[in-house]
């Protein structure tokens, strides 16, 4: 096939469809479902990956994870986690929709390095791992855009109130609203000393429906969604194809 005629997005509805065990902690030897539908699609889209596996301690023992690194060139990186909690779960919106945006955001801006992350579920493993090959000098990146539950809202984010150069870039070129966010990958990579922001794009909110405290413009953004994480209500049908797209070509003008 063709690596033109591949629709990316739609490619949600059918990685949605594949199931891990559960969180990185329940990962063997080999990779996850989910890795692997990966690197299927990232092979038929002839997009250049690093599987990198590693060990991280866990509880009881070490546990293994899979980072897919797809290197570029550029300054600023971009993330996405790939894990899952729920196996039951569609894990539409949390986080499946990022992971193919990212890609999806690759294949757009070839020069920008993008990390599908392992462990955030459980802590940021994933983003502890990468976090110590960028500082060891293996990547030459100086920030990292996170993206978080970018199935539904297109160009109508907000950011993580992240105070530093990424922050204040991404504030003179959209200005969009920002929030208190509760853990991500970002927090790991600012505790790494990795300049890193979030970002997370909501739908407007519909008439009858209480109104949230982030707006834009005059509309108000539906937050509801945030609260289906790890639920089997996170599911395929309530993303938006194109919102992705949306999304991901607003996003783009970043770099």
């Known amino acids: 096939m063709k690596n033109q005629k591949i629709d990316i997005y739609n490619k949600i509805y059918d990685f949605c469809k594949v199931r891990n065990f559960g969180s990185m902690s329940k990962n ?10 990966l690197i299927e699609l990232l092979e038929s889209l002839e997009i250049d990956y ?4 590693f060990e991280s301690k866990g509880f009881l023992s070490n546990m293994i994870g899979y980072n897919i690194i797809l290197p570029g060139t ?21 986080n499946s929709a990022s992971v193919i945006n990212a890609i999806a955001l690759k294949k ?15 802590g ?12 060891n000098g293996d990547y030459q990146i100086d920030s990292i855009l996170n993206f978080e539950l970018t199935g539904r809202g297109g160009k109508n984010f907000f950011i993580g109130k992240y105070p530093g150069n990424l922050f204040d870039e ?15 990958d970002s927090v790991t990579f600012r505790k790494n000393g ?3 922001c979030v970002i997370n794009p909501l739908p407007i909110i519909k008439e009858g429906k ?26 395929v049908d309530k993303i938006s194809t194109k919102d992705m797209e949306e999304f991901v070509l607003e996003v783009s003008k970043l770099f």
Do not use: Q
């Not at 063997?28 to 539908?37: M, S």
């Not at 690093?50 to 596996?53: A, G, T, V």
């Not at 757009?108 to 459980?122: F, M, N, W, Y």
């Not at 991404?170 to 991500?184: A, V």
């Open 28 to 37: 063997g030897d080999e990779p996850t479902p989910r890795v692997k539908f």
């Open 170 to 184: 991404l504030m003179e070129k959209f200005n969009p609203p920002t929030f208190s966010t509760p853990y991500n």
């Open 50 to 53: 690093i599987l990198d596996k």
């Open 74 to 94: 550029h300054r600023i990186g971009v993330t996405a986690h790939h894990d899952i909690m729920n196996p039951d779960s569609d894990n539409a919106n949390d």
């Open 108 to 122: 757009l801006k070839p020069e920008i390095t993008i990390c599908l992350l392992d462990g955030e579920e459980i």
């Open 210 to 235: 209480s109104k949230s405290g982030l707006k834009i413009g005059d509309d108000y953004l539906d937050t509801s969604i945030l609260w289906l994480c790890h639920s089997e209500e996170d599911s």
């Open 194 to 196: 990795i300049d890193s």
């Open 124 to 135: 940021g493993k994933g983003s502890e791992r990468f976090s110590h090959l960028i500082n």
